[in-house]
């Protein structure tokens, strides 16, 4: 499968040939923050499979704790991708081009949701991290 995808103001291009796995949604307070949103929506990529088409100057990379970092537009400030030991880790599902054929499988940190967020019915939720089989 191939997919691209692009920042608000289209500077930014990418291309992955392969497919995404493990997409979840998190809702704690610094996603919220990160991503301006309710939660994140966010699936993993294996770096190899991804590559940056246009625009990888424009780029600025925050890095947090534990080696966790976002790359964002430094034109309009869409959040793109993720990093993890300054790889890419994965990417932000509504900066998507074409439909990625996958589902949020989880929803994270349920338990620091904001409090006018309602949750759907019967979507797999964690108060906190998911156990790390799933």
């Known amino acids: 499968m191939s997919l691209t995808g692009e920042c608000f103001c ?3 291009k ?9 997409a979840r949604s998190c809702h704690c307070s ?5 991503f301006s949103s309710q939660a994140s929506a966010y699936a993993l990529v294996d770096p190899s499979e991804f590559k940056w088409v246009r625009g990888e100057e424009l780029l600025t990379t925050f890095s ?9 537009c430094s034109q309009c400030g869409s959040t793109l991708c993720g ?6 880790h ?3 599902l509504g900066c998507l081009n074409e439909d990625p054929r996958i589902e949020i499988g989880r929803h994270i940190f349920v338990g620091s949701k904001a409090s006018w967020e309602v949750m759907p019915e019967g979507v797999t939720q964690y108060q906190e991290h998911a156990p790390e089989d799933t």
């Open 64 to 72: 947090s704790q534990h080696g966790f970092g976002l790359q964002f």
């Open 10 to 12: 289209g500077e930014v």
């Open 90 to 92: 994965g990417v932000t």
């Open 30 to 34: 610094r996603c919220r923050k990160a």
């Open 83 to 88: 990093l993890y030991n300054d790889e890419i």
């Open 14 to 22: 990418y291309k992955i040939e392969g497919s995404l796995r493990d």
